[in-house]
């Protein structure tokens, strides 16, 4: 952690210290904060143990630093307090009976099972560290550690952040933890959506977690959180495809973070990734946010994961013995809304990973042999696509690469990489030097033709839209004939009855 902020939190924490002692309580500085305090790591979350109602102290505390008080768990006497400043620290608050120890043991794992006093942490004094599990050894030695073999019993979502901190920390479970992770893994279907969700992204944010997703496999824990995926393994695909559907699901999580510049990937190189999309834009666009804790790299991951989960369900075998998965986009995309609203994802995240499912085949078919997309198909391709466009593209480049394997044919790659720099680049052509040029508008269309407001009008100036990306229409009067055209065929084929 910069020094700059050791300074302002130990001000901060000092501040808490008077403030407790003048309500004649102490607390107990627990948890992450010491963890990543000790690691260097930079956090802006402090967990504070104290010995009375941590919802009457979490209010007094607010009022004293001029900070948000926010009840986070009611029943278990939970409650945070948001200071507005640069960093945003967010201050938890927790009662503890009896003494620190008895506390600590009861927490998850070693590492956030130290605290140090309030009053006693500064930045040029040693912490008088209480650590009655050892955890500083543990960290020392790079090690996640059940603090007793209870622990999962007592909240089923540690089994989940388990892997999620060694992941962050690259750390290693130890052996016995990951045993006690195999044997209580089922109980993860107990825990609210909302909690999973939050590992789960997370998780999916680092670098790494692809392999962090078939090590939620090996503990059993990927198959009970999303059951859908058990029917994918063992399922073969046609000759052009280097895995089964379950592999090659998990090798496009790899490929995605390959092709995003997160990760290697086993069977890359820097060639490969010389002829991929990349600019500021397609950065800023990935790191854009959807929800609280998400943004586009962590759902395309999720896109990705998700994107042949039907084909078990859709495969049929031809008189040529050759597989098919014909509609397994469509009924993909219902899968995954199903996963996604029982895991409490948000509607935003939800309608993006539908549409990275429903379309992920759609980049491809807007070619024909060595025939390069049209202009009208590349606007149509991000009509439909809206945010997740430039997602869909990626996640088509990291299919390919997941059928393919080690198989790769560095010729086929770069033709694959030019169709979607081909429609990135006409889709950029069209929106900043096409389309903000307004032919006509409905004021337009109502006073000239004697329209009125309703889905005509707008049909008619969509048509409009279509037709001047596509390169068909580029001042108002052709757009003029162009409506009066579409009007007249209207009225002709209504007349005929037709």
């Not at 302002?8 to 002692?21: E, G, K, N, P, Q």
């Not at 893994?185 to 999973?196: A, K, L, M």
């Not at 409490?344 to 499912?357: A, D, G, Q």
Request: with cysteine.
């Amino acid at each position: 952690m910069p020094l700059s902020e050791q300074t302002d939190i130990t001000a901060i924490l000092d501040r808490v210290s008077c403030l407790l002692a003048e309500q004649g309580h102490q607390g107990y500085i627990v948890g992450g904060f010491i963890r990543d305090w000790l690691l260097g790591r930079r956090t802006n979350d402090v967990d504070i143990a104290v010995d009375g109602n941590a919802l009457d102290i979490g209010r007094e505390i607010a009022n004293g630093l001029g900070g948000k008080f926010v009840l986070l768990d009611e029943a278990n006497e939970i409650s945070r307090v948001v200071l507005v400043d640069e960093v945003g620290w967010h201050l938890d608050f927790s009662s503890f009976s009896g003494d620190i120890e008895s506390d600590l043991v009861r927490r998850d794992f070693t590492i956030d099972a130290m605290a140090v006093k309030l009053g006693q942490m500064g930045v040029d004094i040693p912490l008088e560290l209480i650590d009655p599990l050892l955890g500083k050894d543990d960290l020392e030695n790079r090690m996640v550690r059940a603090v007793n073999g209870r622990v999962f019993e007592a909240d089923a979502v540690r089994l989940l952040r388990a892997v999620r901190l060694a992941a962050e920390l690259d750390f290693t479970i130890e052996r016995e933890t990951e045993s006690l992770i195999r044997r209580y893994c089922q109980s993860i279907v107990r825990i609210p959506g909302e909690r999973i969700r939050e590992e789960l992204l997370r998780l999916l944010s680092l670098p790494g977690a692809a392999h962090y997703l078939r090590y939620l496999d090996d503990l059993g824990l990927l198959l009970a959180l999303i059951p859908e995926l058990a029917e994918a393994k063992g399922v073969d695909q046609p000759t052009t495809h280097f895995w089964d559907v379950f592999d090659h699901s998990l090798q496009t999580v790899a490929a995605i973070e390959f092709l995003v510049r997160e990760n290697d990937w086993e069977y890359g190189s820097e060639d490969m990734l010389l002829a991929v999309p990349w600019a500021d834009a397609i950065i800023q666009h990935l790191s854009a946010e959807v929800s609280k804790g998400s943004d586009h790299r962590a759902l395309l991951k999720l896109g990705g994961l998700f994107h042949d989960i039907a084909k078990p369900m859709t495969k049929f075998v031809d008189d040529a013995g050759r597989a098919h998965f014909l509609g397994h986009p469509k009924d993909g995309a219902a899968i995954a809304v199903d996963i996604l609203g029982r895991l409490r994802f948000s509607n935003k995240e939800t309608n993006l990973v539908e549409k990275l499912v429903y379309y992920h085949l759609r980049p491809v078919q807007m070619s024909s042999g060595k025939e390069l997309p049209t202009q009208r198909a590349i606007y149509r391709y991000f009509r439909d696509t809206g945010e997740s466009g430039i997602d869909i593209l990626f996640l088509a480049l990291a299919d390919y690469l997941a059928t393919c394997g080690p198989l790769v044919k560095m010729e086929e790659w770069e033709e694959y990489c030019q169709l979607m720099n081909y429609i990135l680049a006409g889709n950029e052509r069209q929106q900043t030097d096409i389309l903000p040029v307004k032919l006509v508008d409905g004021r337009d269309l109502m006073n000239i033709f004697g329209l009125a407001p309703g889905p005509l009008l707008g049909e008619l100036l969509a048509l409009v839209l279509e037709a001047q990306a596509s390169g068909e229409l580029s001042d108002k009067e052709g757009a003029l004939a162009f409506v009066e055209k579409k009007l007249s065929k209207q009225r002709c084929c209504a007349g005929s009855g037709n």
